[in-house]
């Protein structure tokens, strides 16, 4: 995906390392970042910045509704987004698809500040095709989150058109769905296509940029689309011991992560 690009981290031990039926797992030990996650090569987290991923990515689409009670994530097998979800108490059931249990596997054994994501009494677990899942589904949720991993290998399929038409017809209205939607420096064909598909489907389409150090580029972007609520404002208030257990996102934030570089802004708007 980053041809001639590359960062560094120093491993101090390989933890695991198998094929599953999907992919190639492999989890490090780094010398600075934790714990690091790494599927088919491509780095999927770390634990010293996986939470402004996995806080923006849940808390942008949860804060946007005004109350949302029926959730649904897509990928994201680490359980960090399924984390971030169970600080919601409005939220009354989480139905999960993941393609690779393993992936689920490991995070449960070796990573139990993600993997504690599925002890959550509301989350209901479906391994299997995430496009085939979303295809069955009718007005069915508030928010879908899809935690896709990128446009090669399992993941390609959520980058499709076919796809985003499933999330909206699987959507009740007023719904929102939030999207990992790549690098406005490293992806820019798969930003525009996103944005694209996504302002053709819905009524209201935004899209966040975020820090992630340890992502292509160093940030990566979550493309929302919504059925009726504004997306760039929280839609409710945040209360304290819920701030409290946050690292990265802020009433403040949600909005700042809307407002682009210029070159971002005109390829959002001419794709
Ligand atoms: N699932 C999050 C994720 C996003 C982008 C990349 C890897 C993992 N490259």
Redesign the pocket.
């Known amino acids: 995906?980053w041809p001639g690009v590359a960062l560094s981290l120093e491993i101090m031990e390989t933890i695991y390392s198998k094929k599953s039926k999907f992919q190639q797992i492999d989890l490090y030990q780094t010398r600075h970042h934790g714990k690091m996650l790494v599927l088919d090569g491509?780095?999927?987290?770390t634990e010293f910045d996986e939470f402004t991923?996995q806080e923006m990515m849940t808390h942008l689409p949860l804060f946007s509704h005004p109350d949302p009670k029926s959730v649904l994530v897509i990928?994201?097998g680490d359980g960090g987004v399924l984390r971030e979800i169970g600080r919601h108490d409005v939220v009354e059931k989480i139905d999960f698809c993941e393609i690779d249990e393993a992936v689920i596997a490991v995070s449960k054994k070796f990573l139990p500040e993600l993997g504690c994501g599925f002890d959550d009494s509301r989350v209901n677990v479906h391994i299997g095709d995430g496009n085939a899942f979303i295809q069955k589904k009718i007005n069915a949720y508030d928010v879908i989150i899809v935690?896709?991993?990128?446009p090669i290998g399992p993941g390609e399929v959520l980058f499709k058109k076919a796809f985003y038409e499933g999330l909206k017809n699987a959507l009740k209205p007023g719904g929102i769905i939030a999207t990992?939607g790549?690098s406005i420096f490293m992806h820019q064909e798969w930003v525009g296509t996103l944005a694209g598909i996504t302002r053709e489907l819905f009524l209201v389409q935004a899209y966040a940029n975020i820090y992630v150090p340890t992502?292509?580029g160093g940030n990566?972007g979550i493309c929302m689309g919504s059925l009726g609520p504004k997306l760039v404002t929280p839609a409710r208030q945040i209360c304290q011991s819920i701030q409290d257990q946050l690292k990265y996102y802020t009433p403040q934030m949600h909005k700042a992560a809307f407002v682009l570089p210029y070159f971002a802004e005109k390829l959002l708007k001419e794709s």
């Open positions: 995906m491509i780095i999927q987290l991923y990928g994201g935690d896709s991993s990128d990992q790549e992502y292509p990566i």
